[in-house]
């Protein structure tokens, strides 16, 4: 495991050596958007993009932890952490040890350097990789034993209970099993990785950001959710063994349209279709049928526009602009949506190329700047003690 960076960080910030370093990677959702929380089922992977976390034990009750991003050192007393303060990045490290003395593990002082290549509030997952990372450093340093589903709860406890986010399991999930080179298909009912389902070969991610900033506690994010509950509730009157929308098929949840306030049941369409798309997109990428899975890339994102309302224009200009380059064979938005990043699958031996165009012509419709990566699909999370 290459630590390096953060490892280094803390030896130059605190004059010691760390004890134990983990990595964990951001992940992009390349299908299943706002199915985790319905519990429902997605595609998606962990990327080359990770979060370094290196600490060491200290004495007392303050925690120092410096980020490379700042540069900065922040403390907070392990007295003192029951309450998330709004906009601090350490939230997210105080979050999982709230969570962790919730199931019964106290988290002792340390030091800690972060490090991360993960972009932050773009819908790659940066506070679940920075969760995952911490956690798993905890784990080590610590001794404490938990299950990959499990650390993927604290991430999603963190988010859920003390953020404030009412996000479902996919972020911290992907981080923790993701595997190299590629996809993995899950059941966030059951919260189990399905299978892992090969990307079509001759073909890479690029992701094109929209860098307008998507802090979903701020969106509307929650709201999309209650819509989900509602509908989900409805049909549960109706129909005896639906516990969710993951329960509801497209044809079912149109016989009862009438009964739905017209804004839910388009939320609802969108859940119910996308579950629908993941297995049809699986079954297209397991055939080797790229026209198909390309296909529902697209529809996918169509529904984000017309049925959920996550997408913005900016994300909608990047889909649009894939269709001039035939390198591309389709693109969506990934993740909470609502800003943050588009996916775009290219033909891997033409995908600079792609960059370049999508790039340029963003620029001059745009007046304004997209980012591109071309992402490689990375490990979950690792630790190591030093
Ligand atoms: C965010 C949330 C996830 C998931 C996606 C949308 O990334 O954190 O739980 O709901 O949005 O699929």
């Keep these: 495991m290459e630590v390096q960076s953060a490892v280094e960080l803390f030896e130059s910030s605190f004059g010691r050596k760390a004890t134990v370093a983990a990595k964990a990677p951001g992940r992009l959702e ?141 972020d911290q999930f992907s981080s923790v099993f993701g595997k190299k080179n590629s996809l993995i298909y899950s059941d966030f009912r059951t919260n189990e990785v399905i299978r892992n389902v090969d990307v079509p070969e001759g073909y890479a991610l690029v992701v094109a950001n929209s860098l307008v900033k998507h802090d979903l506690v701020d969106s509307d994010y929650n709201v999309r959710r209650e819509s989900c509950m509602n509908v989900a509730a409805k049909m549960s009157e109706l129909h005896f063994d639906v516990k969710a929308l993951r329960d509801v098929t497209p044809e079912v949840l149109e016989a009862s349209k009438k009964l739905h306030d017209p804004i839910d049941y388009r939320r609802a369409l969108h859940v119910v279709g996308e579950c629908d798309r993941v297995i049809k997109g699986v079954d297209a990428l397991e055939k080797g049928d790229l026209t198909t899975f390309a296909y529902l890339l697209s529809q996918s994102h169509v529904s984000s526009m017309e049925n959920f309302d996550n997408s913005c224009e900016e994300l909608d200009v990047l889909c649009e602009l894939s269709k001039g380059h035939d390198a591309c064979v389709g693109a969506r938005l990934s993740g909470g949506g609502f800003g943050g990043i588009s996916i775009h699958l290219v033909k891997e031996d033409q995908a600079e190329e792609y960059c370049e165009y999508i790039e340029k012509a963003y620029e001059s419709k745009m007046g304004k700047k997209t980012e591109t990566i071309i992402c490689s699909i990375g490990e979950g999370a690792s630790v190591e003690v030093l």
């Design 30 to 170: 390349i299908l299943g958007n706002h199915t985790d929380y319905n519990d429902g089922i997605t595609l998606s992977c962990a990327v080359g993009q990770a979060t370094e976390f290196a600490m060491a034990p200290v004495e007392g009750k303050t925690c120092s932890i410096i980020s490379s991003m700042t540069g900065e050192i922040t403390e907070f007393d392990l007295d003192n952490i029951d309450e998330a303060i709004k906009g601090d990045w350490t939230n997210y490290v105080k979050g999982v040890i709230m969570q962790l003395r919730k199931r019964g593990f106290e988290v002792p002082a340390f030091q800690a350097a972060v490090h991360s290549t993960v972009p932050l509030s773009a819908g790659m997952s940066s506070s679940a990789a920075l969760e995952v990372a911490a956690g798993f450093a905890f784990s080590k340093a610590f001794d404490i034993e938990l299950s990959g589903t499990e650390w993927a709860k604290v991430g999603q406890g963190v988010e859920n209970e003390y953020i404030g986010l009412g996000s479902g399991l996919l």
